[in-house]
């Protein structure tokens, strides 16, 4: 019995590039872990005095609830309007690179969109509010005045044009390149043998993307829509710049009175805070860091439920 | 149903590369033919010239003329799309989508022909193709599962039923074996004896004894060295091919003296 436990615990011989290496790797990815862990402490601690604050130190509202209420709900409604914006349009502009324009124009395009990831978000935020909204305001007008039985454009409009539409089409813009960058390299994936059995079938192009790229590349789609939406949701400075806040809960997109958003709201009241209010900024943090989990964690579902379709296997 | 091929004096080309040349054969309708010969002579890419799937690769194109039934495949106003709804073709490695159930992708391309199908119609197309893909036995059970759970062998069965569940005129299969094992191989061959009583096969394949199994005529292409242009050596009755070839280099092929 002994000698066996003896031959249990021998390890049979192995490099030293064999026994580094996954060490190496397996602390890259334990740092992951223990960031993560690290923010998540952080703001479970400073924020969790703002739960139990009195009602007179929480600015503007009764309670935590109240307060970070409107602000979720802007964070979220600028999140969904810029996805709107961002998915088409990128799932097209994907679609052109992969499958439509010829090959240096696809390369080329390729660098441009790559590029518009690199433009600084304060950027995106001053041409937002200097060049977008004043040349939207005929639009928030014309919404105004013809489509204000939709709640959405209830109106009266913006005369600035410093709306929750607008800071969601400037988001739109800023999380386009991601979203596309993915969306391209997976339709570009792509079997060639799906493509081939589907275009012998006697499918057109638009025939051959829909029975193929589009179902192999739903995962895909579905990831890259959810790392724009992380990128959404948390942008700060652009809706910072942007948006005209009035701390409102309301479906009305062009009016002058705004939610906010609460990463902004942080970049916003921060410089002035001091004591409780501080923690109260970290705590909505926590909530933004909740909230940005459970969407992540719903994608993943979304993405896993047809696994056996997928093509993966 | 099955129509005759025709192919006079036919280049094929990648860009300025000239792939094949000068190739001029008749096709029998209702009968298997064979192209047989060594990697890279164009039998594949002569194969996809007859279905025109060989121009989705950009710059290739054609010279020269196929007629099928007399009709001109390659007139300004045919639709490369519309042809391949006519001639179905089955690929070297199974390629079901993965995607779609069995049954659908049986369907694939009767959704594509005519949008409206009705329940029931439906249902009998899938039950009468995979039947005469003989697969009908081992997969009635599991009609939704997806494609991509069967083995290799069944998935090329349910590539040959989705080809022929839309009844095209002619059946293009590029060395449909080559990735499967005897026993599948042995079915996919029976399978071809019983659809040649409808169909205008065109096999390209690698295995000798194949082509002598199951085909009526056989081509031989070889290409005079790499980077030149493959040409079709010569055509006959496959007995004839296997057994008193009358060029040097089909008989040297055949044997076993090269290739």
Not at chain 1, 239 to 265: D, E, R, Y
């Amino acid at each position: 019995m002994t000698s066996h436990a003896v031959e249990g615990t021998h390890r049979p011989p192995r490099s030293v590039g064999d026994r580094v290496f996954p060490a190496l790797v397996t602390a890259a990815g334990a740092v992951i872990l223990v960031t993560l862990a690290g923010v998540a402490l952080f703001l479970t601690y400073e924020g969790l005095p703002a739960l139990t604050a009195k009602a007179a130190d929480i600015p503007g509202a009764d309670s935590f609830a109240a307060y970070v209420w409107p602000l979720l709900y802007g964070t979220l409604l600028a999140s969904v309007l810029a996805l709107l914006f961002a998915v088409p349009v990128s799932i097209g502009v994907a679609l052109f690179i992969s499958h439509f324009a010829p090959r240096r124009l696809a390369s080329s395009l390729g660098y441009l969109v790559d590029l518009l990831a690199a433009v600084p978000s304060i950027i995106y935020g001053l041409w937002g509010i200097f060049f977008l909204a004043p040349r939207l305001v005929p639009l928030y007008d014309w919404l105004a005045g013809h489509l204000s039985w939709i709640p959405f454009f209830a109106g009266p409009a913006s005369v600035t044009g410093r709306t929750i539409l607008t800071a969601g089409f400037v988001l739109g813009v800023m999380v386009l390149p991601i979203m596309t960058s993915i969306c391209r390299e997976i339709f570009l994936q792509t079997p060639r043998l799906h493509e081939e059995a589907a275009l012998a079938l006697g499918a057109t192009r638009w025939e051959m993307i829909r029975m193929t790229v589009f179902p192999y590349g739903r995962s895909g789609i579905v990831s890259g829509a959810m790392l724009a939406l992380g990128r959404a949701l948390g942008e700060t400075i652009a809706v910072a710049t942007i948006l005209s806040v009035s701390n409102v809960v309301s479906l009305n997109l062009i009016s002058s009175t705004n939610p906010g958003t609460i990463a902004a709201n942080i970049a916003l009241k921060f410089p002035e805070a001091s004591g409780i209010e501080v923690n109260i900024l970290i705590a909505t943090g926590l909530v933004l860091f909740i909230v940005t989990f459970l969407v992540n964690f719903l994608a993943r579902a979304i993405v896993g439920r047809r696994a056996e379709f997928s093509g993966a296997n | 149903m099955a129509k005759s091929i025709d192919v006079s004096d036919l280049d094929i080309y990648y860009g300025d590369f000239l792939a094949v040349e000068g190739v001029t054969i008749p096709i029998a309708a209702r009968s298997v033919t064979a192209f047989i010969g060594p990697s890279g002579c164009g039998k594949s890419t002569f194969l996809r010239s007859l279905n025109r799937m060989h121009e989705v690769i950009p710059g290739a194109r054609v010279e020269g003329k196929i007629l099928i039934d007399g009709a001109d495949l390659y007139d300004p106003d045919v639709d490369p799309v519309e042809v391949r709804r006519q001639i179905g073709m089955v690929f070297q490695r199974p390629n079901p989508f993965p995607t779609m159930s069995i049954a659908e992708n049986v369907l694939a391309g009767m959704r594509l022909n005519s949008r409206k199908l009705k329940k029931t119609e439906a249902s009998e197309i899938v039950e009468s193709s995979l039947r005469r893909a003989n697969l009908w036995n081992e997969v009635k059970d599991r009609l939704t599962k997806p494609g991509s759970s069967l083995s290799g062998g069944q998935q090329q069965r349910l590539c040959i039923a989705r080809a022929i569940a839309v009844q095209p005129q002619v059946l293009l299969m590029d060395e449909p074996c080559s990735a499967l094992d005897p026993i599948s191989t042995t079915a996919i061959e029976d399978l071809i004896h019983e659809l040649r009583e409808d169909y205008t096969i065109v096999i390209v394949t690698h295995n000798m004894q194949q082509a002598a199994r199951v085909s009526e005529t056989t081509a031989f292409f070889n290409l005079a060295g790499v980077g030149r242009p493959g040409h079709l050596i010569e055509y006959g009755p496959t007995t004839k091919i296997f057994t008193t070839p009358e060029n040097p280099a089909t008989e040297a092929y055949i044997s076993g003296r090269f290739g």
